[in-house]
């Protein structure tokens, strides 16, 4: 034995589980798989704490746009309870105080390693187990290996020429400073208009000395009207519990209500206008469920463009800046839609500009700032990137996973993501994803499909040890038959017909376009992974030893 092999046996450490991430899902995975069947477990985690997207997205701004008493866990009543939020739409410092109540409620550190990459993760066939090395080297094995690294932790930083000689600072939203960024007299530029920029532009506008807002696509926003939450309002949640999970559990998209059941041409055009101000009084994501078929009827959503196109117009004083900002090039909820406070209104401000980059292409960063294709300038002291993620897939295969006969999950993606569920993939056994693509996930209330998925992988790891199985992976024709249904999914709602989607994986180049997410409902998905573990894991083959 060399003495670097000696040294690798010496730090190669064994669990029965290794979970990836230590955010939502990472932490309640942990809880489930050490103290509900009393595994052994390690959390690899990258960041110095809790929080996983959390951890980085502290741009200015930054707001959950679920609304808060939906956006926790439900799997504890005494959490719940004596959990207070402050605000309709909480930002990432109390989002953080929360995981952080919750990693020390349920005594959680103790099991995660901080300030962990995981670089590599490959099954060995021969001992049915997973090698998991991190960037100091080390390598740890576990028999089951649970990736839950979040589908927005991959910061897409476009590759813009010149940016290295830029003399000013730049920042990505998904990477942002701990100690903040003082924007106080500076000129600054931000790239990108999706749900990010558009609550960061507001936030930056109000300190810096000028903001230019690049835009690339323009986007709709819904007013958040976020705000305190009274007390009553916090009595009646600590109070419903189950009610208010009943109804998470039952919506399309895992918020605390229920689609209208209204078809949009239904009634009059009056009534219907009626309701689209009530929901714009309303506000937030709550918009979205106003009629029950907004998604799903090119029709009923063309309703919606042009009542959200009309209060951009309403709102944004200069014509030229408010055509620009109504030019929506796609359906109404086929990219994520954008809550927002004040973001149209910033754009009345004497500080703010925006310019078209979809007109005049970005050429270059200069030392100074931003040079478009028609040669102008724009002077800048700080950039900021709003641009996004390698959403999905982005965390997942920047790790070197590599299953049965050294194949590596890169390759088997390289036409788009294939799995079973969203949850596993064929040639790699024990291998779970916690809201991977082919999954409801960024479609949904996150803590929702994230409670579901963890249950899901808990209860499968339970059914292996009850019944002396050590190996499950799904078959190919199970995936076959998964990427059917997810393409189905999409193809039965307008989403894919944002062609710049990150949804379809659009927005990094040589990213195959595949419609990620499923979109058939997170209510049907939950009933659909029920009956494939009450019909004994159909569509996956699991042996023993
Ligand atoms: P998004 O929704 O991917 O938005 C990124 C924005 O950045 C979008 O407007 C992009 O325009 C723009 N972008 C990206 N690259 C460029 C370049 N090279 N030039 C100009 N503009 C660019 O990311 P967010 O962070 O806002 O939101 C992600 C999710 O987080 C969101 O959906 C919620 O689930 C929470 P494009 O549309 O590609 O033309």
């Known amino acids: 034995m060399t003495e670097s092999t000696k040294k690798d046996a010496s730090q190669t ?9 230590a955010g939502f899902s990472g932490l309640y995975q942990l809880l489930c798989l050490r103290d509900r069947l ?27 746009d679920s609304e808060s008493h939906s956006y926790c866990y439900t799997f504890s009543e005494e959490l719940w309870k004596e959990w207070e939020w402050s605000e309709k739409y909480p930002g990432p410092p109390e989002i953080m105080r929360y995981l952080n109540h919750v990693a020390d409620k349920f005594d959680l550190r103790r099991d995660i390693r901080f300030g962990t990459k995981v670089t590599a993760a490959h099954y060995n066939e021969a001992t049915n187990r997973w090698h998991v090395t991190t960037d100091s080297g080390e390598v740890l094995t576990a028999r089951f290996l649970v990736s839950a690294v979040g589908c927005l932790s991959t910061a897409n930083v476009p590759d813009i020429p010149g940016l290295d000689t830029f003399k000013g600072k730049w920042y990505h939203t998904g990477q942002w400073p701990h100690e903040g960024v003082d924007f106080r007299g500076t000129r600054v530029g931000q790239i990108g208009t999706g749900s990010t920029g558009i609550q960061s532009a507001p936030v930056i506008a109000a300190t810096a000395a000028h ?61 219907r206008h009626a309701r689209y101000e009530k929901a714009w009084e309303v506000g937030g994501l709550r918009f979205r469920a106003v009629f029950r078929d907004l998604v799903t009827s090119n029709e009923a959503n063309a309703t919606a463009v ?14 030229a800046t408010a055509e620009k900002l109504a030019d929506i090039d796609h ?38 700032g931003i040079r478009l294709k028609s040669g102008a300038e724009h002077p800048l002291d700080i950039i900021v990137f709003a641009t996004g993620f390698d959403g999905m897939t982005g965390s997942i295969l920047k790790m070197d996973i590599r299953g049965r006969g050294g194949l590596s999950l890169r390759e088997a993606w390289k036409a788009g993501p294939r799995n079973y569920l969203g949850l596993q993939v064929a040639g790699f056994p024990n291998l779970f994803t916690v809201t991977g ?28 040890r009850t019944n002396g199985l050590t190996q ?28 710049h989607s990150w949804y379809l994986g659009a927005n990094i180049p040589g990213k195959p376009r595949v419609f990620m997410p499923y979109a058939g409902g997170m209510a049907y998905y939950r009933k659909i992974c029920a009956d494939v573990a009450a019909r004994n894991y159909e569509g996956f083959t699991m042996t023993g030893d």
């Open 331 to 368: 359906p109404y909820a086929a990219k994520r839609p954008p809550i927002d406070t004040d973001y149209f209104e910033t754009f009345n401000r004497d500080n703010v500009a925006l310019v078209d980059v979809r007109a005049d292409p970005i050429e270059r960063v200069t030392p100074t």
């Open 13 to 21: 450490r064994s669990f029965d589980a290794l979970v990836i991430g």
């Open 306 to 319: 042009t009542f959200l196109k009309d209060k951009i117009r309403k709102i944004v004083k200069d014509p």
């Open 472 to 499: 499950i992976e799904p078959t190919e024709e199970a995936m076959d038959s998964w990427v059917q249904e997810v393409n189905r999914a999409a193809d039965a709602t307008v989403l894919p017909q944002a062609k």
């Open 437 to 464: 693509p082919g999954s409801p996930s960024v479609l949904c209330n996150m803590p929702v499909a994230i409670e579901q998925h963890v249950e899901w992988i808990t209860d499968c790891i339970d059914y292996l």
């Open 211 to 271: 903001l230019t807002v690049f835009q690339r696509t323009a986007n709709y926003s819904v007013p958040a009207r976020n705000g305190p939450l009274t007390p009553a309002f916090n009595r009646w949640i600590h109070d419903n519990m189950e009610e208010i999970r009943t109804t998470m559990r039952a919506a399309v998209n895992g918020h605390p209500f229920l689609l209208s059941e209204t078809l949009t041409l239904s009634i009059p055009a009056e009534e």
């Open 38 to 64: 009393g595994l052994s477990v390690k959390v690899l985690e990258a960041g110095a704490g809790v929080g996983g997207t959390w951890y980085w997205n502290r741009y200015p701004g930054a707001r959950c």
